[in-house]
């Protein structure tokens, strides 16, 4: 169901840097901005990165995005045990007319 | 800070509907260009859009559920609600509300959307 995919998971050292990818198409990540959500485990998922690159208030600056064509990455620096959760890319698709999301990437704190 | 609170009966028969309500707190349902969307997430599975509705009436729904969603809002009591009719196992996961932004970035073709602000979730159970 979901029109962006992405890793299934990635998994750093305490400290270490992870990279996550969400690939789209012309008619979402292609054109519009993306952003992207952090679901800890068995609460509601939350924006932590919207327009590509920017963050909400009280998100750390370890966390950063980026997009390229019909990609984008999120990034996150000195990654700690509270980071682990899953990630989920989002934008809009202007021919479906509606939001999507990634497949998810759960991240693991080794 | 605006907050969203979604409830609803957490058991739903087969073929029955589904009916879910999200009450905005903090602040107007009567904002602007904000949209009020459902979101759903079966256990273990990724997100899925259900469907967006603005203070005006605008909607925008999920083609592939379209067929079966309705939308509604109330500003007198600032809520929104869903209706998913025929509901099978399929439609068992939890219903999460939220307030979108789409707009147009300046001096580009380009929109920006994202969902800020979330409810906590609610559980539903399509069983007999």
């Known amino acids: 169901q979901s029109v962006l995919t992405q890793p299934p998971s990635v998994s750093a050292a305490p400290g270490q840097k992870v990279t996550i990818s969400c690939s789209g198409t012309r008619t979402n990540i292609g054109n519009n901005y993306v952003c992207w959500y952090q679901q800890l485990p068995g609460t509601a998922p939350k924006l932590i990165i919207y327009d590509n690159d920017k963050r909400p208030s009280g998100i750390p600056d370890r966390f950063s995005g980026s997009k390229s064509g019909t990609s984008a990455t999120l990034g996150i620096t000195e990654v700690q045990t509270g980071d682990e959760a899953e990630y989920f890319c989002g934008t809009w698709d202007f021919s479906l007319r509606m939001g999507v999301f990634g497949t998810g990437t759960q991240v693991t704190v080794l | 800070q605006v907050q969203l609170q979604e409830s609803g009966p957490g058991l739903v028969k087969p073929s029955q509907t589904l009916s879910l309500t999200c009450t905005v707190s903090g602040g107007s349902i009567n904002t602007g260009s904000n949209y009020w969307t459902w979101v759903r997430q079966p256990a273990g599975k990724g997100l899925e859009f259900l469907g967006r509705i603005h203070f005006r009436g605008n909607t925008d729904y999920n083609p592939s559920l379209k067929s079966r969603v309705t939308l509604s809002i109330d500003t007198s009591k600032n809520l929104f609600s869903l209706n998913l009719s025929s509901v099978t196992a399929a439609d068992t996961a939890i219903y999460y509300c939220?307030?979108?932004?789409?707009?147009?970035?300046?001096?580009?073709?380009?929109?920006?959307?994202?969902?800020?602000?979330w409810g906590t979730g609610t559980a539903v159970t399509v069983s007999s």
């Open positions: 939220a307030r979108d932004i789409l707009g147009q970035v300046l001096n580009s073709p380009d929109n920006y959307y994202y969902m800020d602000v």
